[in-house]
Nanobody, 121 residues
Framework: VQLQASGGGLVQAGGSLRLSCAASGSRFRIDDMGWYRQAPGKERELVAIITSVGSTNYADSVKGRFTISRDNAKNTMYLQMSGLKPEDTAVYYC????????????????WGQGTQVTVSS
């Protein structure tokens, strides 16, 4: 199973971006998914999470500005970011807890490769 993140870029403060994270592979089921970010010189932090049934939770710093969603039929998660601020500049990573059928169902966490978001002031 692989996660592919996309949608990052350069945007002015106050602008919007939409990130996508698509899972591919065979014989798998996705449980919780989330977006994390890591700014230069800082630790990776949780941005938002979404469960398999659509319950969400957000970091205080992005509440009211970011919206996490998922399309289970497409095995894809999204992060709609609006009202972007320079402090949102970071590499954004997607993460998912995925069960894959081998001889039995095996669950583990997967990370996407990261997508750069840069917000200019």
């Amino acid at each position: 199973v692989q996660l592919q993140a996309s949608g990052g870029g350069l945007v002015q403060a106050g602008g919007s971006l939409r990130l996508s994270c698509a899972a591919s592979g065979s014989r798998f089921r996705i449980d919780d998914m989330g977006w994390y970010r890591q700014a230069p010189g800082k630790e990776r932090e949780l941005v938002a999470i979404i469960t398999s049934v659509g319950s969400t939770n957000y970091a205080d710093s992005v509440k009211g500005r970011f919206t996490i969603s998922r399309d289970n039929a497409k095995n894809t998660m999204y992060l709609q970011m609006s009202g972007l601020k320079p402090e949102d500049t970071a590499v954004y990573y997607c993460n998912a807890a995925i069960r894959q059928l081998q001889t039995v169902w095996v669950s583990r966490g997967y990370w996407g490769q990261g997508t750069q978001v840069t917000v200019s002031s």
